[in-house]
Nanobody
């Protein structure tokens, strides 16, 4: 059964960094494009970033471009989201999606 599990969220101060992980089981991540999404309280889920299966190209929402970096470790079957210079508006539950499968999300809270 295909599953993804997000981890790495937490409470951090503005300006600091955090790395989220998306670990897959039941399928091979690098065969599929993987996306990170987030949902802030009271808002709709929005796309944050994705990495292509074909050439590993990466794409980012304007709101995180230059601050977030998506990467993939094929040996660990895991995709990461490195988040730098975090802002309070980055506070959300972060989800990854691969092969149409959603994880349970991991909460990131950016607050002083």
């Amino acid at each position: 059964q295909a599953q993804v599990v997000e981890s790495g969220g937490g409470l951090v101060q503005p300006g600091t960094s955090l790395t989220l992980s998306c670990a897959a089981s039941g399928f091979t991540l690098n065969f599929y494009g993987i996306g990170w999404f987030r949902q802030a309280p009271g808002k709709e889920r929005e796309w944050v970033s994705c990495i292509s299966s074909s050439d590993g190209s990466t794409h980012y929402a304007d709101s995180v471009k230059g601050r977030f970096t998506i990467s993939r470790d094929n040996a660990k079957n895991t995709v990461y989201l490195q988040m730098n210079s975090l802002k309070p508006e980055d506070t959300a539950v972060y989800y990854c999606n691969g092969r149409g499968v959603w994880g349970q999300g991991t909460l990131v809270t950016v607050s002083s």
